[in-house]
């Protein structure tokens, strides 16, 4: 007698869900499944999947694994390879005028196959994230439009249940649905999310070669730059040294550049200069917000300037897609900086439901490491899933629980601690004696060649 080949029914096509479904179909020869995959978006241009993110060794070393040789062929199109000479893929650190804090070292790769062999996690490439969905998109059977508000497990199985009042079976549902995670919130509603006090606004931007320009004459030539103030508030800028191929900029004569700008700041000064009132609704607003706190929590200099700069390109209104080449979220928006606290919960309870990426473990954007986290887990669970039957499901579900929440836990803590760290207020006294002593920190650890920064792997 034929055995019943089991459904996994995977919810939310992000970077960690796709990369799970691609895992699954990869090693049908070794254990097939009936993958379904959902998401609540209307379409896959519904919202803007932005910005830059650092694809690290345990990050590409997972994707490469997961996803077929056909698809791995178009993987430079999301993360061209790093231009010699001329792009240094790695993390600086600076303080508010570009002078350099901290620049771990980082091991300059070629190619997203030589990151995937490299033991050290800051050595990065990077990845334009919405190009990088829309190659994993490809030939995925998506169901757009489709809400997951809930599900009820049986005896043989569980009902994923949507807002449009259908429901479909499967054996194994896989929550990979985001920090706001409705699958979560019903197998672990006592899994807590931890809020920094922290408020970011991010956005991508065209931004000219003179700019840039100027930033690499300050602060190098860092792929990704971060800068500290004296307030707790904070800059990154990611960019990569490619010209945007695009004929309608106002300038023709100006090369420009593909950046993602965030600016961070400690939430409770809203409260403290509430006679500065911010819309949320509207992306001019928001701009003229982030500027305001540059100006008042930044003293002036070449930095500041371009930091003004940069978020003077943001559109004030929905790009023109004729004239813009890429749309940002509209409207620009304040958000919270958040993820799931690990020590919130003592153990999970292994069902036929588990969880993924950030639904599982969402985490500070300040170590970069959130979708790389959510492409591992993809690996670790379509691993453990090779060995499923109607009588084991339990123990594959538990074999890669224990593994993630391990692993991850250590990522979120660790990540939170620096977060807090970066946000705290220390003046201009207090930033004298954090600047030196970073700059020590720097010296040791690219002398000895350390780093303390980022878990190691094999």
């Known amino acids: 007698m034929q055995q019943k080949i089991p459904t996994v029914i995977i919810i939310g096509a992000g970077l960690g869900g796709l990369t799970f479904y691609h895992a699954l179909i990869k090693n049908k020869d070794k254990k097939e499944f009936d993958v379904k995959i ?6 896959p241009q519904d919202r803007w999947q932005g910005y830059h993110i650092g694809i690290n060794n345990y990050g590409a070393r997972s994707l490469i694994n997961c996803i ?27 303080d ?19 990151v995937a062999n490299t033991t050290n996690s800051l050595s990065t490439i990077i990845t334009y994230r919405d190009r990088l969905r829309d190659i994993l998109l490809e030939n995925v059977p998506v169901q757009w439009g489709k809400k997951c508000i809930g599900y009820e497990e049986t005896d043989d199985g569980v009902w994923v249940l949507f807002e449009d009042g259908s429901k479909e079976f499967c054996d194994i549902l896989v929550g990979a649905d985001g920090v706001n995670s409705p699958v ?9 999310i ?3 006090g922290i408020t970011m606004i991010i956005a991508d931007v065209a931004a000219p070669k003179n700019l840039l320009d100027r930033l690499i004459k300050l602060n190098g030539n860092g792929t990704f730059q971060e800068t500290v103030g004296f307030y707790g508030d904070t800059t990154f800028i990611f960019f990569r040294h490619i010209p945007i191929e695009q004929e309608n900029f106002e300038n023709k004569n100006e090369t420009y550049y593909r950046a993602t ?4 700041y400690p939430t409770k000064l809203d409260d403290e200069h509430d006679e500065h009132k911010v819309d949320d609704e509207d992306s001019a607003s928001v701009v003229n917000h982030v500027k305001y706190y540059i100006r008042k929590l930044r003293p002036k200099c070449e930095m500041t300037n371009i930091v003004l ?7 004030k209104t929905t790009p023109d897609s004729k004239k813009y080449p890429f749309k940002t979220y509209n409207p620009v928006r304040r958000r919270k900086m958040r993820d799931i606290d690990p020590l919130s919960i003592n153990t ?11 639904a599982a473990h969402a985490t500070s954007p300040v170590l970069g490491i959130g979708a790389n986290n959510a492409i591992e887990d993809a690996e670790v669970l379509s691993k453990a899933l090779l060995n499923y039957s109607p009588e084991n499901y339990i123990s594959c579900i538990k074999e890669y629980e224990n593994e993630m929440l391990k692993r991850n836990s250590t990522d979120v803590l660790h990540s939170r601690s620096i977060a807090l760290r970066q946000a705290s207020q220390v003046g201009y006294i207090g930033s004298i004696f954090r600047n030196n002593f970073m700059r020590i920190v720097n010296f040791f650890i690219n002398f000895f060649d350390l780093n303390f920064l980022v878990r190691k792997t094999s």
């Open 184 to 192: 979560r919130k019903q197998k672990l509603p006592e899994l807590q």
């Open 194 to 196: 931890f809020d920094y």
């Open 96 to 114: 508010h005028t570009g002078s350099l804090l901290l620049k771990p070292p980082t091991k300059q790769v070629k190619d997203v196959y030589e």
């Open 348 to 358: 999970w309870t292994s069902i036929r439901v588990t969880l993924l990426g950030d």
């Open 68 to 94: 077929s040789p056909s698809i791995a062929l178009n993987l430079p199109k999301a993360m061209p390879n790093p231009i010699p000479n001329l792009e240094y893929h790695g993390f600086s650190l600076a």
């Open 309 to 315: 700069e940069l978020w003077d390109l943001v559109p």
């Open 38 to 43: 959902f998401e609540r978006e209307s379409g």
């Open 261 to 264: 700008i965030l600016y961070g």
